[in-house]
């Protein structure tokens, strides 16, 4: 409840309310944005997606498998998958925690990015990227999103940043710091 004491003054302060605009006037010269690709209607059954499925196998036998479909805005979403490890790392508690951290450590920084520079260069290239520890560490998984014109590039950027990682001293103390407090 609000309760309130009239105190009467000689001279009461009022709010002035400006004068309603024009709107018509306002609006007649504004162009819009440049339309955006709508993407396309598509049932994700798994029939659909069979028949739109391209499977191929890269060099060093890594195995793609892309689907193509229209998206709102040209938009391109993906997940790439790294297994690694081996009995005696996926049984070593100190190995587990180290590779629960490797995910974020990748992205702090490379040979020839800083941990500013690669969120630049992911601005840049209009992308998200996040990445994450599989069960015991026993895995890598990235997920992006960019548009269609910037994909390439993305994933040349991905394959640098990951075969080149420096796992920065100072980057490891800010991890390792947000997770104790965390």
């Given at each position: ?7 009467p003054?000689?001279e ?5 309310i ?12 504004y162009?819009?944005?440049?339309a955006i690709?709508?993407?396309e209607?598509f ?5 659909n ?13 890594i195995?793609?498998?892309l ?9 391109v979403?993906?997940?790439l998958?790294f297994?690694?490890?081996?009995l ?13 951290m490797?995910?974020?450590?990748i992205?702090r920084?490379?040979d ?8 630049d ?8 990227v996040?990445?994450s520890a599989?069960e015991h560490?026993?895995?890598?998984a990235?997920r992006?999103?960019t548009d269609h014109?910037?994909?390439?590039e ?15 001293e100072d ?6 710091q947000q997770?104790?407090t965390s």
């Amino acid at each position: 409840r609000t309760s309130g004491i009239f105190h009467p003054t000689k001279e009461p302060s009022r709010t002035v309310i400006p004068e309603t605009p024009n709107v018509f006037e306002l609006v007649q010269d504004y162009k819009g944005r440049e339309a955006i690709a709508e993407g396309e209607d598509f049932e994700a059954t798994p029939e659909n997606i069979e028949n739109r499925v391209n499977r191929e196998t890269l060099s060093k036998g890594i195995k793609v498998a892309l689907v193509s479909k229209e998206t709102r805005g040209n938009s391109v979403t993906g997940t790439l998958h790294f297994y690694m490890g081996s009995l005696a790392t996926l049984n070593n508690p100190v190995a587990l925690t180290a590779a629960d951290m490797v995910p974020d450590l990748i992205m702090r920084g490379s040979d020839n990015y800083s941990f500013q520079e690669i969120k630049d260069k992911l601005d840049a290239l209009k992308a998200n990227v996040s990445m994450s520890a599989g069960e015991h560490g026993s895995s890598l998984a990235i997920r992006f999103q960019t548009d269609h014109d910037h994909l390439v590039e993305l994933i040349a950027f991905i394959g640098e940043t990951l075969s080149n990682p420096t796992f920065p001293e100072d980057e490891f103390t800010v991890l390792k710091q947000q997770q104790l407090t965390s």
